[in-house]
């Protein structure tokens, strides 16, 4: 598995915020991830229209986490953001039945630019959130610190 620790980044480390969609959500996350010359320009556009064609949401036995990405060529520097919600969480589509939707309270962006990174990410990712014990320390992190410690 790769290691998500050496993806994280704590300028786009964000817990216990809250965003109405996911549009506002990734607004949020493209702002610094421009800013801080992690992605190019075409990085919002980019993961707004493939959240819309390939939703990401899961739905798990106690929670709701969703894991957008995007395409390699919007990505200057690797990096996996890590979203956590306070109270609600923000809704997506459900990846397994694009009909419903889930709350989710962790999200997880992938900044990846190499495309077998990709599904190797996403597997790790799989192993982690299926752990409920760490999901719960996840969401319940309150800083930075606290959340690279989880992982």
């Known amino acids: 598995y790769m290691n998500i620790k050496d993806f994280l980044h704590d300028e786009l480390i964000f817990t216990k ?28 556009e980019k993961i707004i229209k493939r959240e819309e064609t390939f939703p990401t949401g899961l739905q798990l036995e106690n929670n709701g986490v969703a894991i957008p990405h995007t395409d390699a060529d919007t990505i200057e520097k690797e990096f996996v953001a890590v979203i956590t919600l306070e109270d ?5 589509k459900r990846m397994d039945d ?9 999200v997880f962006v992938l900044g990846l630019n190499q495309p077998h990174q990709q599904l190797e990410m996403l597997q790790s990712l799989m192993a982690f959130i299926q752990d409920n014990e760490k999901l ?7 800083t930075v610190d606290d959340v690279k410690e989880v992982f």
Request: proline letters at 4%; glycine letters at 4%.
């Open 17 to 44: 915020t809250s965003f109405k969609n996911t549009t506002e959500l990734f607004k949020e996350v493209a702002k610094i991830a421009e800013e801080k010359g992690y992605a190019n320009s075409l990085f919002l």
């Open 98 to 106: 694009p009909n419903e939707e889930v709350e989710a309270k962790v």
């Open 88 to 92: 609600k969480g923000v809704p997506f």
């Open 136 to 142: 719960k320390q996840l969401e319940t992190a309150q």
